[in-house]
């Protein structure tokens, strides 16, 4: 893959392969928009390389760039601020950012309910309630209703 020579030898909370392959094969489950899969796929590369934005632009087009963007945590950003910022940057850049935001949202509380780790679970359903408040009226996608089963969830 082109991206490999950007990636570090970092240990993850969760096998992020597998996670990228779930996701996708969700939203292409859904019949989304190839732009939105590959977004999605990309959706965490740059809080974890040192890609370029417009090598991202180049390959994929600014859509792609945008989402990607707008799925991003600010690092800069205290803490505690980040997740409500970058929930809040996806419902203001358009539906199809915040479906991607939702479908990470969604499986990650799904591997971290197996795996038992509560802080993580207690963690994405925060996001779900941020999603939900953000949320454009307009935005009617079902992938939506997740956050309602990671809310209601014990």
């Known amino acids: 893959m082109l991206f490999l020579e950007y990636f570090q030898d970092t240990v993850q909370k969760k096998p992020t392969m597998y996670h990228s392959v779930r996701v996708a094969t969700l939203l292409w489950q859904h019949n989304l928009p190839e732009d939105i899969q590959v977004a999605w796929l990309l959706h965490d590369i740059l809080e974890d390389t040192q890609i370029p934005e417009p090598t991202i632009e180049n390959m994929f087009g600014r859509n792609v760039l945008d989402i990607v ?83 209601s969830s014990q």
């Open 69 to 151: 963007k707008a799925n991003s945590k600010n690092m800069d950003m205290e803490r505690g601020l980040r997740n409500e910022d970058v929930v809040r940057r996806c419902a203001n850049l358009n539906e199809s950012a915040l479906i991607v935001k939702m479908a990470d949202v969604y499986d990650n509380f799904l591997f971290y309910t197996s795996e038992e780790m509560i802080q993580e679970t207690v963690r994405c359903k925060e996001m779900a309630q941020l999603i939900k408040r953000y949320k454009k009226p307009t935005y009617k996608h079902e992938l939506f209703d997740y956050a309602d089963v990671i809310l």
